[in-house]
């Protein structure tokens, strides 16, 4: 599990390359590449961003982001047996508060973008594979290469992410993990009121 609050920043600063202006045809690496240095461009030329304005902060990350998630998948992926056991009500009440966590996240790591560079891995895709993996390497300025790897698969409009492994660690099981142990000890409602909280008190609805 990710534990150093800096690296998770820097590291959330990655997963900037998704927006709701994809092209199905569109492989799914030249799209990787083609959005994240569209959103880069925008951070770098806004100096509102620059300066942490968090209403144009936040809505970067809703529309160029969040859009392009499969948040049922991920959520069935995260509560694993859970999803299943839970209510309808359930369901949408975790979807709702765990999509606000990731812009949370992806928001934070906007206002903390440094002239990161990506390095992008040549992408292995079979004649009509639904599933992808594009592999790139994040080049912090001074720091270690960071490897990162982007799970994808193919939907009617466009290519949608539903999982990102950082230097080998799943966002999927990484989150998994982590409210597995909750939901254990206090159940799926006590998850979900917990989430609601910590969003509340971040103004971020």
Partial sequence: M???????????????????????AEAPDALVKR??????AIVKSDKDIQAGNQEKIFALAEEKILPNFNFERISRL??????TKATAEQKTAFQTEFR??????????????????????P?????????????????????????????????????????????GVSLVTNYRSQFAQEIRQNGLDSLIKKLADKNSAA???
């Fill in 35 to 40: 959005i994240a240095e569209e959103v880069i």
């Fill in 2 to 24: 990710i534990k150093d609050g800096i690296k998770q920043l820097l590291i959330a600063s990655t997963m900037l390359c998704f927006s709701a202006t994809t092209l199905a």
């Fill in 100 to 121: 606000t966590l990731l812009l949370r996240t992806y928001a934070t790591a906007l206002s903390k973008y440094k002239d990161q560079t990506i390095d992008y891995k």
């Fill in 78 to 83: 995260v509560l694993g047996k859970n999803w």
């Fill in 123 to 167: 992408l292995r895709l079979a004649d009509g594979a639904t599933t992808a993996t594009v592999k790139t390497t994040i080049l912090p300025p001074g720091g270690q290469p960071i490897a990162v790897d982007y799970s994808l698969e193919k939907q009617p409009e466009s290519w949608k992410m539903y999982d990102i492994v950082i230097e």
């Fill in 203 to 205: 103004k971020v609805k």
